[in-house]
């Protein structure tokens, strides 16, 4: 848990908000939190992670004020806050990401093809040389299945299929690159931000189109085919208040700037 003593515009009223969710969101979280300290000292945010579908159980139950997922909430959650609530929860596009396949900086392998990373994770294919590298097992990572990316790769590349059974399941993004960067047979996925220590491979929509990396101009020009938004959900009755100041400032060009040097991608201007 990150506890940030931040400023209020009203001393008198001195905010606290609860933050959280995306174990990808955390560093960018806290370093929001950080950064809007430093203006705003009256204000006490609490940032902690746990997985997007913890976050939004949290503010289903009414706990946190912002659930911060990498995951957009499904209809059947909309349905259940609107049942509590009477409203819907407001809904923010915060920044983009491009989930990244990762592989330790070892592995001659510099791109693959969604289907052969499909395979992959299925354990359709398991050994290096059968997508050009070396012969070797391939070791996989993955995330459990609270992660809003678990269930991103898993509708994006797995099209709804099962992980093999091989797949270890870590608790964070930071855990599956900690893990790549140790085991020379290894690939991961999760959001760029954690890209240190590891090879972040181009990625092909088809086995014969061109592979992109996941850059911004190739997330921002929708070349990358694993790009997303990262989302913030609010309680709708504390939205005027202390809470939409806070979106408010993370969406500016400062609160962008933010995004930028934690290793994610600022929304284009016409979407703030």
């Given amino acids: ?75 059947a959650q909309i349905a259940d806050f609107i049942e509590r609530f009477g409203k819907r929860p407001r809904q ?73 059974p091989a797949t270890k399941a870590m608790s964070g993004t930071a855990a599956v690159i900690q893990a790549v960067a140790g085991d020379s047979n290894a690939i991961g996925f999760g959001g760029i931000a954690y890209d240190h220590g590891v090879k972040p491979l181009a990625i092909s929509r088809t086995p014969s189109s061109g592979a992109f990396a996941p850059t911004e101009a190739n997330v921002h020009a929708d070349h990358y085919p694993l790009a997303r938004y990262l989302f913030s959900y609010v309680k709708s009755e504390k939205d005027v208040d202390a809470v939409a100041d806070y979106i408010t400032w993370c969406l500016s060009d400062a609160g962008q700037a933010v995004v930028q040097e934690v290793g994610y991608f600022p929304l284009p201007k016409n979407l703030r």
């Fill in 92 to 164: 923010y596009k915060m920044c983009m990401d491009a989930v990244a396949i990762f592989v330790n900086k070892a592995n001659p392998i510099e791109k693959l093809s969604l289907s052969q990373i499909g395979k992959i994770y299925t354990g359709k294919i398991s050994n290096w040389k059968e997508v050009g590298g070396q012969d070797a097992p391939i070791s996989l990572y993955g995330r459990e299945n609270s992660s809003g990316t678990y269930e991103f790769f898993k509708a994006h590349v797995l099209n709804r299929q099962d992980f093999a």
């Fill in 1 to 75: 848990m990150l506890v940030i003593s931040s400023v209020w515009a009203k001393p008198s009223h001195a905010a606290e908000i609860a933050v959280k969710g995306s174990d990808t969101m955390l560093i960018l979280g806290q370093r929001w939190a950080e950064i809007y300290a430093r203006a705003h000292p009256d204000a006490k945010i609490m940032v902690t992670g746990g997985g997007s579908a913890t976050g939004i159980a949290a503010l289903l139950k009414g706990t946190v004020d912002i659930c911060n997922s990498s995951w957009p909430m499904s209809a």
